[in-house]
């Protein structure tokens, strides 16, 4: 399985970037995928996450508002439109991938907390600059 990020640019605050998730070799059916933000110096900080199958999300207040999350199951893809970029949304911008192999659907909100190590596929990230 690999996951590929792609979208990230430098823009002007206010601006709107769209990156994508796209995964290759993937055969599962029951799993979310998350988006992190890191910043130089900060723990890497999950700001939104999507449960593939039925597309329920949940942000983090940072994002709440200004990001939507996406999938198109199609393509094996995720999405993260952002809306009203801020300097402090600068970062590289990870996707990561959470199977639930025991089925169920975990409640999201908490997802964005789970330690970085608890995700099974990561992707190797993309860059985003805003500018003031």
């Known amino acids: 399985v690999q996951l590929v990020e792609s979208g990230g640019a430098s823009v002007q605050a206010g601006g709107s970037l769209r990156l994508s998730c796209a995964a290759s070799?993937?055969?599962?059916?029951?799993?979310?995928i998350a988006w992190f933000r890191q910043v130089p110096g900060k723990e890497r900080e999950g700001i939104s996450v999507?449960?593939?199958?039925?597309?329920?999300?949940a942000y983090a207040d940072s994002v709440k508002g200004r990001f939507t999350i996406s999938s198109d199951r199609a393509k094996n893809t995720v999405f993260l439109q952002m809306n009203s970029l801020k300097p402090e949304d600068t970062g590289d911008y990870y996707c990561?991938?959470?199977?639930?192999?025991?089925?169920?659907?975990?409640?999201?909100?908490?997802?964005?907390?789970?330690?970085?190590?608890?995700?099974?596929?990561w992707g190797q990230g993309t860059q985003v600059t805003v500018s003031s």
């Open positions: 990561a991938c959470l199977l639930f192999l025991g089925g169920g659907r975990p409640t999201l909100q908490p997802i964005l907390s789970r330690h970085t190590a608890e995700f099974d596929f």
């Open positions: 999507i449960r593939v199958p039925d597309g329920d999300a």
């Open positions: 070799d993937f055969r599962f059916d029951n799993y979310a």
